[in-house]
């Protein structure tokens, strides 16, 4: 008989499949975990993507050592899937299986083992193997996978724990992070009946009263606890009884996610301009699949995303609905589940691995009566989610940058990611936002996505009023107060005043950027990067926002030994606190990358301020996103400028796009809001077209600006960062790699050059930029520089050079 092979992803950085030997009297699927070792002696959680009869050339194909489901974890729709996303963004398959599954999937040799906080240390029931373990346990704290292999001789071990894990005997280490645990029950219910056997006077009584209750209460399943408690016996009772086969438990974990979230509302009619859409969308799926919903704010974008899941959910289908940010969640949760109550899971960034591992049983759940996830709401990694049959993905906030992921890989753009899942599944893809990226509008105007416009707001209200105030005049005539104009501070205290609702838009967090030295102005900089630290106030220290390095502030200049230290520019914080001095009666809150790392933080000020116990919510980018709050009459952007001032061919769109959408929060119920805009330069392109609201003639200036210099939609963009700590040897590795790649690609190369910021954590970085034309093969191009890199990485001296490859940049 021929032998039979498995190519397998390993969770690891390297490059490609391994193929392993599958053996003769395993039943094995793609998509199913097994376990193999890899490298000297370690073994892993590796994924089945092909099975096959071709015995490798290069190597010895190893045996795999287990299987560890019984049903594959990942179908076939992902895989393909992750394929895409490794090849497109030229990263390893590990990476993306990495970035894909939760952590207690990928059992290790590192894994470290520990006793479950609920196993009550009981021996009676278990496995041999099993007591093995916990004893080893019971006298070390914590055992790495590879010694509990050569403990107990096992090779089996990762099946073993996996069963462990199950039964809450023990857990990975790494889950001791979270709070949350899979919650599973005992019940007890009665063993084929064997009533030959001899039983002690309690048990005889422990039965008794067990077999009365089962004919009383039928359908009841009893728990352990419950059942000791009632027959006034012993747990050691129950053991002896389950021990001699009369009785047995059985575990059975209960889903948390199965919360009742009520369906309250039904949904909303459409008005006219909705219905309009609706159908010009429809109509849009049945010959492109691909449609770009551009609705100005408030439009009720979100209203028609809900009617069109509707129809799927009708069809049997799944939807998956995209947002860039997990404060966004929040709000738009509570909107689904007002329609669509328990069917919708969420799942985002704060989500711990047990919750993780939940969401995505709920998502393959097809029994009707678990808990079960037709439609997923979540940030960028929801799309791995293992999904079998889309029929909707809705990208609402088409536009946002934080739809790439930036580290580590796979470096992928979720929007363009989701119209490659779309395919797979032949499922319609509805992008959506009021300011849609210049790419997707400049692919709407060359027909490759059926464009949907809708102008109007929610009842007709208008767009709100954008007012600039000219802080270069008010600072001149000493009218400033700390950070705020008169007009601006005005206005907020008659907003608040009327009982409405205010939103301060900075887009900086901290105190002050820099603290700076007011003899000789220099400011402390981090130890390991270069860049000026960050004053935050309320620590009283400088932090690095790149490394997280941080020190108490300074007493003394370390250029001139004066002790007197100034700030320049200010950041949420600051502006908080000013607010505090100027309007001592108003309540003011911050959302902000610092106030938020909490697991419910987010919610809790966004409940905060729509129940109206915040009069003032000051923020960074967070607070401008596609939220929808009814009583903010005003909003404020602190300093337009620094937006503006950015070096990088994105920095107008990204301005244009972050004023738009926080004016946009304005308004949105009652009579016209009003955006006051602080800024140097009223006169600035940026600034008019932003007053006029006139998103079309942003689009064609800008556009014709990405012509000239050849920048995207009009070409793609590959970035290759090198990293090295020795700057000399970065040097030469960086001009080698980019002389290469000119001998390819001529002037399509840019640099190699230090970026603004060179150095982060002790390492230097140098930037190289490739500018590939639209019409040219991108394929044949990355071909092409992943066998440069690899001949860069042959040589000695470049092993250790750390290369980075970021495909369509953000
Ligand atoms: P967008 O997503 O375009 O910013 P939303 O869907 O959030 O707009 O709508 C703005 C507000 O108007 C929301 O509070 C929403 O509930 C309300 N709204 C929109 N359409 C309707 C409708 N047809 N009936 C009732 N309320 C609506
Ligand atoms: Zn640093």
């Known amino acids: 008989m021929a032998q039979i092979f498995a190519d397998v992803i390993l969770p690891l950085p390297v490059k490609g499949s391994f193929t392993y030997v599958v053996p003769s009297d395993a039943d094995l699927t793609i998509g199913q975990r097994v376990v193999v070792q890899f490298g000297s002696r370690k073994l892993y959680t590796a994924i089945v993507l092909k099975i096959h009869n071709e015995k490798p050339k290069e190597y010895d194909a190893k045996e795999l050592l287990a299987i560890l489901d019984e049903a594959p974890i990942v179908n076939e729709k992902q895989l393909q899937f992750w394929e895409w996303i490794a090849k497109y963004y030229m990263c390893n398959l590990g990476d993306v299986m990495n970035a894909a599954l939760p952590s207690s999937f990928k059992l290790a040799s590192e894994s470290k083992v520990i006793i479950h906080s609920d196993f009550d240390g009981d021996l009676e029931g278990l496995l041999e193997n099993e007591s093995a373990i916990v004893n080893a346990l019971l006298h070390q704290d914590e055992l790495l996978i590879q010694d509990i292999i050569s403990l107990t001789n096992n090779k089996s071990v990762f099946a073993i724990i996996n069963e462990m894990m199950r039964k809450e005997i023990v857990l990975v280490k790494e889950d001791l992070h979270n709070k949350y645990k899979e919650k599973i029950i005992r019940i007890v219910e009665l063993a084929d009946e064997n009533l030959q056997v001899k039983l002690t006077e309690k048990q005889e009584q422990l039965l008794t009263h067990f077999t009365d209750l089962k004919i009383r209460f039928p359908k009841k399943k009893w728990k352990v606890p419950d059942l000791i408690k009632k027959a006034k016996v012993s747990r050691g009772v129950l053991d002896a009884l389950v021990k001699k086969e009369v009785l047995k438990i059985e575990i059975q974990s209960i889903s948390r996610l199965l919360n009742d979230y009520k369906k309250t509302e039904p949904s909303k009619d459409m008005t006219i301009p909705q219905q309009k859409a609706y159908s010009q969308i429809k109509e849009g799926f049945k010959d492109k699949k691909v449609c770009l919903l551009h609705g100005v704010t408030s439009s009720g974008k979100t209203e028609i995303y809900i009617k069109l899941i509707e129809e799927q959910l009708v069809k049997g289908k799944q939807v ?4 860039p940010e997990i404060a966004l969640t929040t709000q738009i949760i509570n909107r689904l589940r007002k329609h669509f109550g328990n069917k919708v899971g969420v799942t985002h960034s704060h989500l711990n691995n047990s919750e993780r591992v939940e969401v995505w049983k709920a998502v393959q759940e097809k029994d009707k009566k678990k808990a079960q996830y037709p439609i997923m709401l979540g940030a960028r990694s929801a799309l791995f ?8 993905i809705v990208v609402d906030e088409e536009h946002d940058p934080s739809y790439k992921q930036h580290q580590p890989a796979p470096r992928y753009h979720a929007r363009d990611a989701a119209i490659y899942l779309a395919n797979i599944h032949d499922s319609y893809l509805l992008l959506g936002s009021a300011t849609p990226a210049l790419e997707s509008c400049y692919n709407a105007k060359e027909g490759k996505y059926h464009l949907v416009e809708l102008n109007s707001r929610y009842k007709g209200i208008e767009l709100p009023k954008i007012e600039c105030i000219d802080i270069r005049k008010a600072h001149l005539k ?39 030295c007011s003899v000789c102005a220099s400011t402390p900089n981090c130890k390991h990067c270069d860049v000026s630290l960050t004053y935050h106030k309320c620590q009283n220290q400088i932090k690095c926002h790149y490394c997280g390095y941080a020190e108490n502030i300074p007493k003394v200049c370390t250029s001139c030994s004066a002790t007197d230290f100034g700030s320049k520019g200010f950041g949420t914080e600051q502006i908080q606190e000013s607010l505090n001095a100027l309007l001592p009666d108003a309540t003011i809150s911050r959302m902000d990358y610092d106030t938020t790392r909490k697991k419910y933080a987010h919610q809790e000020i966004i409940r905060d301020f729509e129940q109206g ?21 005003m909003v404020g952007i602190l300093n337009a400028d620094n937006m503006l001032h950015y070096p990088d061919f994105r920095a107008y769109e990204r301005a244009f796009q972050l004023m738009m959408q926080v004016a946009g929060r304005a308004g949105r119920k009652g009579k016209q809001g009003k955006v006051l805009l602080q800024t140097y330069d009223e006169t600035h392109g940026v600034i008019q077209l932003l007053r006029s609201h006139d998103f079309k003639q942003f689009y064609t200036e800008q556009i014709a600006e990405r012509k000239i210099f050849n920048y995207p939609p009009f070409s793609r963009l590959i970035a290759i960062t090198l990293k090295h700590k020795d700057k000399n040897r970065l040097d030469i590795a960086s001009n080698q790699l980019s002389a290469q790649f000119r001998k390819s690609f001529g002037s399509r190369v840019l640099g190699p050059e230090y970026p603004a910021i060179s150095r982060i954590r002790n390492y230097y970085h140098k930037d190289i930029l490739l500018k590939i034309e639209q019409k040219a093969s991108v394929k044949k191009a990355k071909t092409i520089i992943a066998t440069i890199i690899e001949n860069l990485q042959e040589q000695k001296d470049f092993r250790s050079v750390r290369i980075i490859l970021d495909v369509d940049p953000v």
């Open 478 to 516: 000493k009218q400033m107060q700390a950070q705020f104009s008169p007009e601006l501070l005005n206005e907020i205290k008659d907003t608040i005043a009327n009982g409405k609702q205010v939103i301060l838009f900075q887009n900086r967090r901290g105190y002050s950027p820099v603290l700076s």
């Open 385 to 392: 989610l293992p999904f079998d049959n889309l029929g909707l």
């Open 613 to 633: 116990r915040i009069d003032i919510l000051v923020g960074t980018q967070m607070v401008t996103k596609g939220l929808d709050f009814d009583n903010v009459t």
């Open 320 to 323: 998956l609905y995209l947002l």
